[in-house]
Structure formats: structure tokens, C-alpha cells
């Protein structure tokens, strides 16, 4: 039967080709879809990790809650030490404090309410991957009164790098502080209302300007995105119970969660729209390959074959012809996956996003593997309902279509 069926293929060579074209671009437009929404997760996900959030944070318990409200009842005392001990978790790379702080920027012609952070400037380098800088360059550690902008507020204030402007806030007891910066640089994340308030300081002039050698949380950045939760509950054990929140970047970036929520949904959608067209394409080409084989099947019939035995070859047929249209489908769908990724796609601006971006198709096993799953069952739903008709052919009115 399969050495039958596996003939049967190239007597008719161009029917043959157009159900075998029908399976693999399906396969091929399913690669290239997955290959295309994965792409968006992943940059997405690395642009929130590595310009904002990091993997980890870790504040006083109560602080997500109270915090923004009254944010100095929830300082962390002598940092160092839990530093440290977190620095030794495996898969951790580093970690910085940060304490954080909202006040009013100052150009001498204008003020701007900001939402600041003193941070570990150098360490903060290599979390910050993702953050493109405008203007200037990235804060160090040596830029003791130096100051980076968001672009919004460079905008606003109409500040440049190798400008002054001062900040003035409250500190924890009330006074009221100010520090003269000189702008070092201006910088764009992955959020645009992220920009338009955000300024960034060294950890001890924010100390120095509010008072006090504690920080408000610490941030973990780690050597695998994948390894997230897994290092969130260790850090949770190695804690002191209910002095400590943790909270992981997915738990902190509600946009992304409904971002991938939508485009999952998309997808999904859009593979049952191409298993749909595939189903049918197959469908219309067996269909016509039944009827032009009646005579040929009512001959066989007459030659002692039984119905079932048609339906079988009609089936094995099918499934040999589903297997060589998603090989083909793979080899085209990785292929053209390859070349667009070389040239790259350029992606406007998501919404509430400064810039856009660059994106490829990337291969993704498991997406790869749903597209033959989704092109070898649409093939073989579509052999089983044209081969029901061979069931109910008579040998007579077969063997007609002969003459």
C-alpha cells in the first residue's frame, strides 16, 4: 500500500505540486508569523529588564502598597550587607541600590516636577543595555554632580549635555535641599511617560540631598531571563520573613503581560485562519483528484479491492504528501526567515514608546513544531473527507468513467 501510494505521487505531477505548494506555504507562513510575534515578546521583554526594571526588585515590605505615598518610612538601613549576601545567589551578576526620590528641576528660566533615582551609575551600565542616549553619554560613578535626563524632561526644559540646571526636594524631615548638576546626558527607555519625568543621579548625591545613607530598594540583574522566578524564591527564603517584598519584572510590567496577552490571542486566530486555508486548498485539490480517478478506482475495485482499501490508499497518499509539504515548508519558512532577518523589518513606535525598532524572525522550535502539526493534520482532515466518497462508489458506475 505505501509503496502504491508513494508512486501514485508522481503520476500526476503538477496535481501532485499544487496540494504539495498549498501545505508548505502554509507551514512556511506559520514559521514566519511565530518567528515574527516571538521577536516582539522577547525584545519587549528585554527592553523592560535591561532599561528599567532589571529581573529582580526588592524593597521593605508594605512599600508597593504605602510607598509612593510616604516613600522614607520605607528605607532599607545599611544596605551593604544584603547586598552582599545577594551577590552570592547563583545566576545573580550584580546588585544595585537605588533610592528614589521626586522634586522639581530647575533651568533658571523654568521648573519641571521629575521623579529621580540615585543609582549605582556603573553598575546600572550594564543593566541599562536596552536605554538609547539622545544626547551625551551614560552617567559613571565619577560624575559626582552629574545628571542624565529623559528625553521629555530635556525637552521641556530645553536642556542639553554641558548644561546646569538644580534640583530642589524635600528630604525625609522636611527641610528643603538643592544641588546645582551639570546635565551629562539625555536618554530614551522603552516608556515615553517613563521619559518625560524621569532624571537619574549617583547614589550619594541623591544621599547626600536627601539626608541619609539608606536606599529605598535593590535591583538584581541576572545571567538568564529564564532563571527569574526561580532566583525570586530563593531570595525570598534567604529573606527575613514578612520584612521584605520581592517582586520580579513580570509581576512589575503590567504592559507586557497584556501585550503578550493580545498578540497570543492574535496568533492564535491567525493560525486558525491559515489552517483554514490550507485545509481548503488541500481539500479542493483532492477532491478533483478523486473524481479524475474514478475509472482507475472502479477498475481496482474490479479487480477484487475493496472500498476500504481505496480509502486507505487515499489516505496514505495524502499523508505521504502532508509529510513531503511540511519538509518543504520548514526548509522555505527557515530559509525566508533567515533573509528577512538579515535585512531586518523596520517597526514604528509601539504605543506609549519613544522609538521604534528593528525586528527579525526569529526560528522558535516550538513554533516550528506547531506548524507541521497544523499543516499534517489539515492535510490529513482534508484526505479523510474526499476519500469518504470512494466509500459509496459502485464498481458499475466506476468503471463508466472509463469509457
Given amino acids: 500500500m505505501l509503496k502504491l501510494a508513494f508512486r501514485n505521487l508522481?503520476?500526476?505531477?503538477?496535481?501532485?505540486?499544487i496540494t504539495l505548494m498549498a501545505v508548505a506555504f502554509g507551514v512556511a507562513m506559520l514559521i514566519l508569523s511565530g518567528g515574527f510575534v516571538e521577536d516582539m515578546f522577547v525584545q519587549l521583554r528585554e527592553s523592560t529588564i535591561h532599561s528599567q526594571l532589571g529581573h529582580i526588585q526588592i524593597y521593605k515590605a508594605g512599600y508597593y502598597a504605602q510607598g509612593r505615598r510616604d516613600p522614607y518610612n520605607y528605607l532599607i538601613q545599611n544596605p551593604g550587607t544584603l547586598e552582599r549576601q545577594l551577590a552570592e545567589l547563583p545566576?545573580?551578576?550584580?546588585?544595585?541600590?537605588r533610592l528614589q526620590f521626586s522634586g522639581v528641576l530647575n533651568n533658571s528660566r523654568a521648573d519641571?516636577?521629575?521623579?529621580?533615582?540615585g543609582v549605582e551609575a556603573d553598575k546600572e551600565s550594564e543593566l541599562g543595555s536596552a536605554i538609547k542616549w539622545v544626547a551625551g553619554r551614560e552617567l559613571t560613578d565619577k560624575d559626582?554632580?552629574?545628571?542624565?535626563?529623559?528625553e521629555g524632561v530635556a525637552k521641556a526644559l530645553q536642556l542639553k549635555p554641558g548644561d546646569f540646571a538644580t534640583l530642589i526636594l524635600n528630604t525625609p524631615d522636611g527641610a528643603l535641599n538643592s544641588l546645582e548638576f551639570k546635565v551629562i546626558g539625555v536618554f530614551r527607555t522603552?516608556?515615553?511617560d517613563y521619559d518625560d519625568h524621569a532624571v537619574r543621579i549617583t547614589l550619594?548625591?541623591?544621599?547626600?540631598?536627601?539626608?541619609?545613607s539608606s536606599v529605598h530598594g535593590l535591583v538584581l540583574l541576572l545571567d538568564d531571563t529564564q532563571a527569574t522566578a526561580n532566583v525570586a524564591e530563593v531570595v525570598k527564603a534567604r529573606l527575613p520573613a514578612g520584612e521584605y517584598e520581592v517582586k520580579t519584572w513580570t509581576q512589575l510590567a503590567d504592559f507586557y503581560g497584556k501585550t503578550v496577552e493580545l498578540y497570543k490571542r492574535y496568533f492564535g486566530f491567525m493560525r486558525l485562519i491559515i489552517l483554514l486555508m490550507v485545509l481548503l486548498g488541500v481539500l479542493n485539490s483532492i477532491i478533483l483528484a478523486v473524481h479524475e480517478r474514478t475509472g482507475e478506482f472502479g477498475t481496482l475495485m474490479a479487480l477484487g479491492n475493496r472500498s476500504l482499501d481505496?480509502?486507505?490508499l487515499i489516505v496514505t497518499e495524502n499523508c505521504l504528501l502532508g509529510l513531503f509539504g511540511c519538509a518543504v515548508g520548514v526548509v522555505l519558512g527557515v530559509a525566508l526567515a533567515e533573509a528577512i532577518s538579515a535585512v531586518g523589518i523596520p517597526m514604528p513606535p509601539p504605543p506609549n514608546m519613544s522609538g521604534g525598532y528593528t525586528a527579525v524572525i526569529r526560528v522558535v522550535p516550538s513554533a516550528v513544531l506547531m506548524s507541521?502539526?497544523?499543516?499534517?493534520v489539515a492535510t490529513l482532515a482534508a484526505a479523510l473527507f474526499a476519500a469518504r466518497r470512494v466509500n459509496r462508489l459502485s464498481i458499475v458506475d466506476a468503471l463508466r468513467y472509463n469509457v
Fill in 310 to 312: 481505496l480509502f486507505r
Fill in 91 to 97: 545566576h545573580v551578576v550584580e546588585v544595585m541600590a
Fill in 112 to 117: 519641571l516636577p521629575v521623579q529621580g533615582e
Fill in 190 to 192: 522603552i516608556g515615553k
Fill in 144 to 150: 559626582a554632580y552629574g545628571i542624565v535626563l529623559g
Fill in 204 to 212: 550619594p548625591a541623591a544621599q547626600e540631598l536627601l539626608l541619609t
Fill in 372 to 376: 507541521i502539526m497544523i499543516g499534517y
Fill in 10 to 17: 508522481f503520476r500526476h505531477k503538477l496535481r501532485t505540486g
